[in-house]
Structures are given as C-alpha cells and as structure tokens.
C-alpha cells in the first residue's frame, strides 16, 4: 500500500499542493466513513479558488485605483506648478 502511494501520489506535498494532486488524494481517499475526520487540516478547494478569484480582482482594482492616483498627483502638481509662475 506505501508502495502504491509513493508511486501515484509522491507529489502531494503537505503545503502548496497543485489542485490536480490534492483532487487525486481525495478521490482516493473519498469513501471514508466521516470524511471531516479524515481530511481534518487539507485545503478546501472550493474556498481556495473562490480565494484566488478574489486576490484577483482585488489586485486589479489596486492597479486601477493606484494608476488613477498617479494621474492626479501628476496633474495636480503641474497645475500647482503653473499657478505659482
């Protein structure tokens, strides 16, 4: 049985795990009798990607928000400019 798990999932490392190699390690392990105690400490997919999505767009808007700001600042400061000549 080690010998079968080394072999098909010796890529499953305890962190940052691609998806594909913790779906395998489910699905392997999908019929427990209390899966909430076998799985107790792994990465809710679902939760993990719907995560990624949101780190996302919220880095867009960051972009977004910062390159707006930059644009005031520098129109800001050359109107400042002009005004005091």
Known sequence: MENYLNENFGSVKPKNSSEEALQRWR???GI????KRSFPFTANLAKRSE?????RSNQVS???????????????????????K
Do not use: C, H, M, Q
């Open 62 to 84: 960051f972009l977004l928000k910062g390159s707006l700001n930059l644009k005031f600042l520098i129109t800001s400061t050359l109107t400042d400019w002009l005004k005091l």
């Open 32 to 35: 427990v009798k209390n899966p």
């Open 51 to 55: 995560a990624e999505a949101i780190r």
């Open 27 to 29: 699905r392997l392990y």
